[in-house]
């Protein structure tokens, strides 16, 4: 498999947000959507310390998958047998698709299940990792590698909504969010907005800022 390295790793840059982050999703109880014959699949949604800001990474499905090929995604996929659980799952395929290795990511907590189009169940793992990262990006599957500031998510100016009409004629909306050229919709922007949601509850109960000292 074809793999694209990017630049050495250094500490972990873990603030006050981690903490708050890590209170909030251990008292929050996830709901997990639930439907017949749903494929389970778990993501991680790394964040990370870069220019003394937090950001989320997101990758650009690469055009030779089979499914969401071209969507933004976290890294993620199907659960495999060998897997002790959907978060062993989001670890293995965070590695496999851009070599963040588990030993260097800090688990924060889950958020809430999504059912995706195409019937995956996916189970969402939020966890902190070092930066600069020597990430090693397997070119079959990412396309793009996607750094996204946390406090330009939370921005009016982001917000978007996705509509699709369903089968029986009605119309789905559904959230969306806009970074310069990519829109972030599909399960990936349900799962953003609910870690959005938790974030502007921290910085707005003053427990935590989006931003990092830089020493």
């Known amino acids: 498999m074809g793999r694209q390295r990017r630049g050495p790793g250094k500490q972990r840059g873990d603030g006050d947000l981690a903490s708050a982050l890590r209170d909030a999703l251990t008292a929050l109880l996830p709901h997990a959507d639930a439907a017949d014959h749903a ?25 030779q998958l089979r499914e969401h090929k071209g969507e933004l995604a976290f890294p993620g996929g ?10 062993s799952c989001a670890l293995r395929e965070a590695d496999e698709e851009m070599g963040i290795q588990p030993a260097d990511v800090t688990i924060l907590g889950a958020l809430g299940t999504v059912l995706t189009r195409t019937g995956y169940h996916v189970w969402p793992t939020v966890g902190a990792i070092p930066y600069p990262y020597a990430f090693n990006v397997s070119v079959r599957e990412v396309a793009e590698v996607v750094e996204v500031p946390l406090e330009s998510m939370l921005a009016d100016s982001s917000l978007r909504h996705e509509a699709r009409l369903l089968g029986d004629g009605s ?41 990092v000292e830089v020493k």
């Open 39 to 63: 494929k389970p699949a778990g993501v991680l949604v790394p964040l990370y310390v870069r220019d003394g800001a937090w950001h989320v990474l997101l990758n650009v499905r690469s055009a």
């Open 78 to 87: 199907s659960l495999d047998d060998g897997d002790a659980d959907m978060q």
């Open 171 to 211: 119309v789905q909306t559904r959230v969306a969010f806009a970074h310069g050229p990519h829109l972030i919709y599909g399960a990936t922007a349900t799962i953003l907005e609910q870690l959005l949601s938790i974030v502007r509850g921290i910085v707005d109960r003053g427990e935590a800022t989006l931003g």
